[in-house]
């Protein structure tokens, strides 16, 4: 109905009523008009907050806008997203506290091992084993699909983390896994298990940050393209390590060495480890072509030199060095005895805390190294590192495990 209508109608209506009869329906009227507008508002407030995020509201407009809408300064937009792609027991919980132990950071540890605890995604619609050369094709209905988690991934880097509040972090409020950026969360949830009002310090502490980064081991390289194409502000590092100190990990590792108890488990997880690690090489090359300032290969070999390759690392995600980043790499390179080498003449060895990066050579038998050579040859080749052809020359320690240079290093 026109508006003209409805006036022609009211004045008809209320030329029959007496003046105070009229008066009182006009001031309803008004008071229903103002309470239909207070509701609103209220009901626009909360669509723009809950069903979209501001976060991911202002990523569409100009950068002055952004500024007008949430009174931003510069420093807004100088934020760097970052994802940590590895594999398990490749020194990716070094790489965390590397990256994600600092105040100025919201770090999420692990958050796709809720989709599988021995599954990883592959491609665009495999779920696959960890240890095992197995894998499924997913439906786009299925919640372990792809999609869904890259959909949780974008939204952990805008902070819309309200869906995922029953499953928030493998940590489990380990003290040793625990990063800065969740210490209210895990208070809250320890001493009110309130997951509402827990969950807006989580949200809080992740808005706050200057930098919101992830480790994940469950995704191959190609699965973050979009993650790439959808979120500008996004870095991503993949860290790679020699298969055999990976294979050396896993069986010093309890809850995996279970897992292998036989020479041809053993040989399948050889399989696995390599199958990916050749496939991510690949996927690397060519996005860091695409993205050269914004995808990067790691070598995990390359931390030797600890403080100036760190820095180097910060350069590329646009992160300061600070002193509380200092006293945790000193944390790091503390001396670990429980992983010192056997004593051996003419041998010197620096065992840093989380990192070790050639002891599988004095913790793991030739035979078992052998099989992880037969499948890895050529990601060995890629990774400029020795393949031994003899158990004299895999124990002879001044055979270097790099030939020349690691083709990765930071630089």
Not at 263 to 278: F, G, H, L, N, P
Not at 387 to 410: G, R
Request: net charge positive.
């Amino acid at each position: 109905m026109k508006s003209k209508d409805f006036h022609g109608i009211f004045f008809k209506y209320c030329a029959k009523m007496d003046n105070f009869a009229c008066f009182k329906t006009i001031m309803i009227l008004c008071t229903c008009w103002i309470l239909l507008a207070i509701i609103s508002i209220a009901l626009t407030g909360k669509f723009i907050n809950e069903v979209l995020p501001i976060d991911r509201y202002i990523g569409s407009v100009s950068t002055n806008s952004k500024e007008i809408i949430l009174g931003l300064n510069s420093t807004g937009t100088e934020r760097t997203d970052v994802l940590a792609v590895a594999y398990m027991r490749t020194g990716s919980t070094f790489l965390g506290k590397v990256l994600g132990w600092r105040n100025d950071v919201f770090f999420w540890f692990e958050p796709l091992r809720k989709y599988g605890a021995w599954q990883y995604l592959r491609q665009n619609d495999l779920l696959c084993h960890i240890l095992r050369p197995n894998c499924e094709i997913l439906s786009e209905n299925s919640i372990r699909h792809p999609k869904k988690a890259q959909r949780f991934l974008l939204d952990m880097f805008d902070c819309h983390l309200q869906p995922y509040d029953n499953m928030p972090t493998d940590i489990n409020f380990n003290p040793k896994l625990l990063p800065p950026s969740w210490t209210e969360y895990a208070k809250c949830k320890k001493s009110m298990n309130a997951s509402f009002t827990c969950n807006k310090l989580l949200v809080n502490s992740c808005k706050t940050a200057k930098h919101r980064i992830a480790k994940v081991l469950r995704t191959d390289l190609e699965g973050t393209i979009p993650l790439l194409k959808n979120n500008p502000r996004l870095k991503i590092v993949h860290l790679l390590r020699d298969p055999r100190a990976i294979m050396n990990s896993h069986l010093r590792t309890w809850w995996v060495r279970k897992e292998l108890k036989t020479y041809t488990q053993i040989e399948a997880d050889s399989i696995v480890i390599c199958s990916r690690m050749r496939s991510d090489i690949l996927a690397g090359k060519s996005l860091m072509k695409l993205y050269p300032d914004r995808v990067r290969l790691l070598q995990y070999e390359d931390f030797n030199n600890l403080d100036e390759n760190v820095q180097k690392l910060y350069k590329f995600l646009n992160m300061e060095f600070t002193s509380q980043q200092d006293n945790i790499l000193r944390s790091l390179k503390k001396d670990s005895p429980r992983d010192k080498p056997t004593s051996k003449k003419n041998v010197t060895y620096i065992a840093y805390d989380g990192f070790h990066p050639f002891d599988f050579r004095q913790k793991m038998g030739w035979n078992i190294s052998a099989i992880v050579q037969k499948y890895c040859g050529d990601v060995l080749r890629d990774l400029g590192l020795r393949q031994f052809k003899t158990e004299a020359e895999y124990l002879n320690l001044s055979q270097n495990v790099v030939i020349d240079k690691l083709p990765f290093q930071l630089t």
